[in-house]
């Protein structure tokens, strides 16, 4: 699925790009609420397409808008069409999204292809710390295992990565009507709320969750047992931890301090 618009524009959707554009004006309007957005907020829409949550976006009180837009086609349209966005003909995971000014407010909002979700969601969780709310529009399945709490069937790396960065709630599910062509399954609308940083490095948390889940019906201490050491005993006796349980049943806060304790293994 992509981020999308009114139902005429320049050409068919591409399935290249996972476009499906969005034609219903009421779910545009409830995603863009959704956002919250103020009069000092600077907006950040990927994959804006035809212009759907572009053309309510402009209209807002935000202080400015600016478009991610991977189709060539499509940018020049919309920059036409609202003079004042400010639109970079770029692939949302090339965005530098640390750069993002943090003397500044950001939010960030998207109808996200399907294949390409969840790693933006990945990078933007971690690198845009500048944003304090985001909002995107995903295959109903993605946010469920974003919302997911530990110990719970949907309970996995990416819900774990990426709550250990924001707060995130399932806002509403969307079905496949309200989009041309119309996709096979249902959508729905995540909210992500900017939390303190973690204190935990990136690549070190994403590896010690890779390892973890990618094993996720075996014990910890079976999964973890090469880099077994008194240090983890000692973690594990501090955080009423076993040896025993499986992934699912760690907090994100538990993967952290795993990740801190396991850092030297894990991180190049």
């Known amino acids: 699925m992509s981020a999308s618009s009114v139902a005429n524009g320049p050409g068919p959707a591409k399935r290249s790009l996972g476009q499906n554009f969005l034609v219903d004006p009421n779910t545009s309007r409830r995603i863009v609420q959704a ?7 600077h907006v950040v829409e990927i994959g804006p397409g035809r212009g759907a949550l572009t053309d309510i976006l402009t209209a807002s009180d935000a202080a400015a808008v600016y478009a991610v ?13 609202h003079p004042g966005l400010r639109v970079a003909l770029i692939d949302a995971m090339d965005v530098a999204w ?5 003397a500044l407010s950001w939010k960030i909002i998207g109808n996200l292809p399907y294949n390409v979700a969840s790693p933006i969601m990945w990078e933007i ?15 109903k399945e993605v946010a469920q295992r ?3 709490p530990p110990g719970s069937k949907t309970y996995g790396a990416l819900g774990v990565f990426v709550q250990s960065y924001m707060d995130v709630k399932l806002a509403f599910t969307v079905g496949p009507q309200v989009f041309r062509p119309r996709p096979k399954i249902d959508s729905a609308v995540v909210v992500f709320s900017r939390k303190n940083a973690p204190g935990v490095d990136a690549r070190a948390l994403g590896s010690v969750l890779a390892t973890c889940f990618q094993k996720r019906r075996k014990q910890l201490g079976s999964i973890l ?10 973690l594990f006796e501090e955080r009423g931890l076993s040896p025993t349980m499986r992934p699912e049943n760690l907090r994100p806060e538990d993967f952290q301090a795993l990740a801190n304790a396991l850092i030297i293994c894990f991180r190049p």
């Open 35 to 41: 956002l919250d957005i103020g009069p000092d907020d």
């Open 69 to 81: 837009e991977k189709d060539r086609e499509l940018a020049p349209v919309l920059k036409a069409r």
């Open 98 to 102: 640390e750069r993002l000014a943090p």
């Open 125 to 139: 969780a971690h690198r845009a710390l500048a944003a304090s709310r985001c909002v995107f529009m995903v295959q």
């Open 146 to 148: 974003l919302a997911a």
């Open 225 to 234: 047992k090469q880099y077994w050491s008194e240090e983890l005993d000692r």
